[in-house]
C-alpha cells in the first residue's frame, strides 16, 4: 500500500492534539477517520470543538465543511469501543495519557484488533516506540509521529522509529506527511536514533534551561528574555536553521570561520551555563521565580488570545512556505 | 540633552556590523554621521559598500539618498582622524577588534578627545563595558549596545551597562533606539548584570551546543536538524517567547501546569543534555563532523543566496511589526 492511496486513519484520544490531528487528516480528500475516545459526551464535545480546527486549516476561500456534513459522508466515525474503531483501519494513530503501562497496553490491544498491515503511529512527546511496544507480538509496525503544538498547523513531525521497526513503515509516515508533494505544509524529519525529548524538545529545553538559570541570577525578566527571543532568534531560525545562520555569519569562511572567530566568547558561555532541576530539591531557585513573573507577564492567555497566536503562528508559515513550496 | 534631539554619531570601525549600524543611524531625518576607520581606501569601499545597506533599509517607496547626496548633504563624513571624527560627537560607537587591550587603548584616547557629555557605545559581542573601561577617568559613559547581525534589520539592541554605567546613559541609549515612539523598527533591552554572551547569545550558544552534540551522536544531519527548527522553534519564537508558548502550552493552569506535564521529560532531557567544547582538546568530536556536514549542506553562500535571506529576515519582522507596531 502507497501512501498515495486513500487512508483509514483511526485516532485514539481526542485531546487537544487528537483534534488537532483529526483536522489535519480531514483536509486531506481520500481519507476516512474513525474516532475512539473514553469520554462520554464525545460526540457533542466534537460537533464543539472540532469546527475550531477545521476552520483554521482552511488555507484558501473554500469553507470547511462542517463537522454533521463529515459524518453524514461517511468521512468522520464516532466508535465507543475500540474494536470497531481499528477494525477497518490502515493507519491507527494514538494520542492517549503520557503514561508507559496505557501505552503497552493499548498497543498490545490495537495489535489484536487491527487488520494486518496498518501502520502504527504514537503522538508521545517522551516515551519511545521499544518501550511502548514491550507486549506487541510484532514490533516493526509501531514509531513515533511527534507533532509540535498545533499539527494542523506546526509543519514539524518528528518521525522516530524503535530499532525495531521496519524501515519501509518509516517511509510510509514521511511520505504520507509530505502529501501531496511540493504543497504539503507538513515537514516530516526522520529521527535515526531514539534519545528523551527527540530533537525538537531537546533543543528547546536546552535554551528554557538556561533562560531559566538567567531569570534566577537576574539578568533579565521573563518578559525583557521573550522579547529578546522575538527580536533575534525567533525571526532568524523562522528563516534558517541554527547551522545554516551560522555558516552565512562566518562570511566566506563559513562556520569554520565563525567557530573560529567566535571560540572564545562561546567556550566562556558554553563552560557557564546554568544547570537547574525541574523535580526534585537541589537547584530549583528559578522556578516559582519563572513562574510568578510569567504570571504577572502574560496572566491566563485568553481564547482571543490564543488565537491571535495561531494566525501569527500561520503568518510566519505562510512567510516559510513562499521557499518550501517550490521544493528548495 | 534628549534621545529625541539632532544626534551626531562617530562611528569607529566599519566592517558589516559598522556599515549595517551607519545606515541604521542615517535613515533617521536628525542625524549626522562620522566616520573613522584604518583602512586606507575607506571612501571608495564606503561608496560600493554603504548603497546595499541603505537599499535594505527602504521602508516604504521613497527611494534612498546615495552616498553622495548623503556627503555633499553633510550628513556623513569620512574623518582621517580620530581627533576629528570625534570632536562635534554627541554619540561615540565602536565596532572594532573584539580585543580587550584596543578597547581599553581606544577608550582612554575617545575620552581625551571626545565632548564631555557625548555617549561611548562599543558593539562588542564578548568584552563587558567594565572591562573596557579600565583605562577611563570617568567610568560612567561607557555601555555596550550589542547588536544582532544586521543590525539594520534586526530589532534586539542589548543594553549592557558595567556596575559604573550612569543610568541616565542607559535610559538614553534605550530612549535613542526606541525612536520614533511606537514605529521603531528596533527593541533595545537593557540587560541588569554584566554576564559572558549577553542574553541572546546565551540562549543561541546553549541550543547550538545540544546541537552540536546531537550531530556528533548522528542523532541527526545538519541540514535536518535545521529543518526541525525552522518547522518548529523559529516561526513559534518568532511569535511568542519561550515563557509565553509554555504559558500558553500549559493551557488554563499556565507555565506551572506545563512544567508538572512535562516536568518528567524536562528533568531526563536537562540530566543528559551533551557536553561538548569548541576550545581545547576534550569533547571536540563533533566538531569535524559539523563543519563537514554543514559545508555540504549548504556551500558558500552567494551574494544572492544572503540576499534572499535577508528579504525573508525582513519578512518575518514585518509580521511581527504588525503586532509590535501598535504598541502592544
Not at 303 to 315: A, P, S, T, Y
Request: hydrophobic share 40%.
Amino acid at each position: 500500500m502507497s501512501a498515495t492511496d486513500p487512508q483509514r486513519i483511526t485516532l485514539i484520544g481526542l485531546g487537544t492534539i487528537g483534534m488537532s490531528m483529526a483536522a489535519l487528516h480531514l483536509t486531506r480528500d481520500n481519507t476516512i477517520v474513525d474516532i475512539f475516545d473514553t469520554r462520554p459526551d464525545i460526540e457533542e464535545y466534537l460537533l464543539k470543538t472540532l469546527p475550531n480546527f477545521l476552520t483554521n486549516n482552511e488555507s484558501g476561500s473554500n469553507p470547511s465543511p462542517t463537522v454533521n456534513d463529515l459524518i453524514t459522508s461517511g468521512r468522520l466515525h464516532i466508535h465507543t469501543t475500540l474494536a470497531s474503531a481499528c477494525a477497518s483501519a490502515t493507519i491507527i494513530q494514538e494520542q492517549g495519557p503520557e503514561n508507559l503501562e496505557f501505552k503497552q497496553s493499548i498497543w498490545a490491544q490495537v495489535e489484536s484488533l487491527a487488520p494486518k498491515m496498518a501502520h502504527f503511529w504514537t503522538s508521545t512527546s517522551g516515551i519511545a516506540a521499544s518501550a511502548q511496544q514491550a507486549n506487541m507480538v510484532d514490533k516493526t509496525r509501531l514509531l513515533v509521529v511527534h507533532p509540535f503544538n498545533p499539527p494542523h498547523i506546526m509543519p514539524l513531525l518528528e518521525i522516530v522509529p524503535s530499532p525495531s521497526t521496519a524501515p519501509e513503515r518509516v517511509d510510509f509516515a514521511r511520505e504520507y506527511f509530505s502529501l501531496p508533494p511540493g504543497e504539503s505544509r507538513h515537514r516530516p524529519v526522520v529521527i535515526k536514533k531514539e534519545i528523551p525529548g527527540f530533537v525538537g524538545n531537546r533543543l528547546a529545553f536546552a535554551l528554557l534551561r538556561e533562560a531559566c538559570y538567567l531569570i534566577q541570577e537576574d539578568v533579565v525578566s521573563v518578559k525583557d528574555l521573550d522579547t529578546i527571543l522575538m527580536a533575534s532568534l525567533g525571526p532568524r531560525w523562522a528563516g534558517n536553521g541554527v547551522f545554516e545562520s551560522y555558516q552565512q555569519g562566518g562570511g566566506e569562511g563559513g562556520i569554520k570561520a565563525f567557530l573560529e572567530k567566535l571560540g572564545g566568547t562561546m567556550q566562556e558561555v558554553w563552560g557557564g551555563l546554568g544547570e537547574v532541576n525541574v523535580l526534585g530539591n537541589e537547584k530549583m531557585e528559578w522556578k516559582e521565580k519563572v513562574i510568578r513573573q510569567t504570571d504577572e507577564a502574560y496572566g491566563t492567555l485568553s481564547k482571543e488570545g490564543v488565537w491571535e497566536k495561531e494566525e501569527r503562528l500561520k503568518d510566519f508559515i505562510a512567510a516559510q512556505s513562499r521557499r518550501y513550496g517550490k521544493g528548495e
